[in-house]
């Protein structure tokens, strides 16, 4: 099966860039990787230095690999318009949803459930591809990522809902009824085709959907999945780390590792600049993120004990090896997260 690794934490802390690295550790060392974005931020582009990062995703080549990393962001109408598409054994059929103005509103609104939708795209991914052995997701930020593992049900709750059944009512029965006929009027488009074609991509997509999320429920309470939680190292960070350790904690899920990224180095505590090299400003300002980053670190292993692991702020990050400085940073990361699941 599929392994899943699945990286929370609050804004800013470098999460995006961790979860590239631990799919560039997996890829390098010969696992068929795929990394899925499902930050809003969209800072995956970035993290791996491409332009561009779609919905259909990009193989990246990784030095010293065998295999492409796989790498997509999510991009939820896209992705609902394809499902629906599939839904259709029709061509001609599925150019139509594409243009239906009602579906195209109901497409924007579910987009909104991107925790749903993140979950039912992570098993797309391990469907359609050559099976990946790895997939690592990374969330949008802070305490709504929980919602990712909590409820992938949220976007059943909307097909259960008064809107959704009344499209159902009115496509499938509203044929001799004034309204509906009012409203094609009112429209000057066929307003009973485009509830019908809705209808009919629905019950397949929403099919579909069901399997799905049945499957990512599963795969995400599974003994072989890695929640990994990152952590910067301000007191904010840690408040929204801990909080997450909560959450996780009601749903008897916790954290295969909790990094502390863009550690300084202790020994800096000992640096001693030459007389009159370093402004007296800048090497208190050393001194006092040293005390903030071991104020943290204590809260840190309070909490969670040998899970704890620094990842060291890497200058190598701006340099033309990117990749390859980054997988070097994710193989401790991704090695602890393997050994804690």
């Not at 591809?129 to 790895?134: A, F």
């Not at 000057?188 to 991509?201: I, K, M, T, W, Y």
């Not at 309470?221 to 408040?239: I, K, N």
């Amino acid at each position: 099966m599929t392994r899943l690794t699945v990286v929370l934490g609050s804004g800013g802390v470098g999460k995006t860039t961790l979860a590239a690295a631990i799919a560039l550790a997996a890829t390098r060392a010969g696992r068929r990787t795929v990394l899925l974005g499902a930050d809003p931020a969209r800072r995956l582009r970035s993290a791996l230095g491409l332009e561009h990062v779609g919905d259909a995703g990009v193989d990246v080549a990784v030095p010293g690999a065998p295999l492409a990393l796989h790498a997509s962001l999510l991009e939820p109408s896209i992705a609902l318009r394809r499902w629906a598409s599939v839904a259709l054994a029709d061509d001609a059929a599925a150019a139509r949803l594409a243009r239906n103005p009602l579906f195209i509103v109901l497409a924007d609104r579910l987009a909104g459930f991107g925790d749903a939708i993140a979950c039912a795209r992570a098993v797309e991914l391990a469907e359609t591809l050559p099976v990946p052995d790895e997939i690592v997701l990374d969330t949008a930020p802070g305490l709504a990522a929980v919602e990712l593992l909590t409820r992938p049900q949220r976007l059943m709750e909307l097909f259960d809902g008064r809107v959704v059944q009344s499209l159902v009512r009115l496509a499938r029965f509203g044929k001799a009824g004034r309204t509906v006929k009012a409203l094609a009027r009112l429209s000057g488009a066929d307003l009973l085709r485009d509830l019908g074609e809705l209808v009919s991509a629905m019950e397949g997509t929403i099919a579909a959907l069901v399997r799905r999320l049945e499957r990512a429920r599963a795969w995400l309470s599974d003994p072989g999945t890695s929640l990994v939680l990152v952590c910067g190292s301000t007191d904010e960070a840690a408040d929204v780390t801990l909080a997450l350790a909560e959450q996780l904690k009601a749903l008897s899920l916790s954290p295969a590792c909790v990094a502390l990224n863009r550690a300084l180095p202790d020994s800096l505590a000992r640096w001693e600049p030459p007389a009159g090299g370093v402004p007296a400003p800048f090497v208190r300002y050393v001194h006092n993120q040293l005390a903030l980053q071991r104020r943290v670190k204590e809260r840190l292993v309070a909490a969670f004990g040998g899970l704890v692991r620094e990842v060291p702020e890497s200058g190598a990050l701006e340099e033309s090896s990117r990749l390859e400085a980054l997988a070097a940073l994710g193989e401790p990361l991704r090695a602890a997260s393997r050994r804690a699941s």
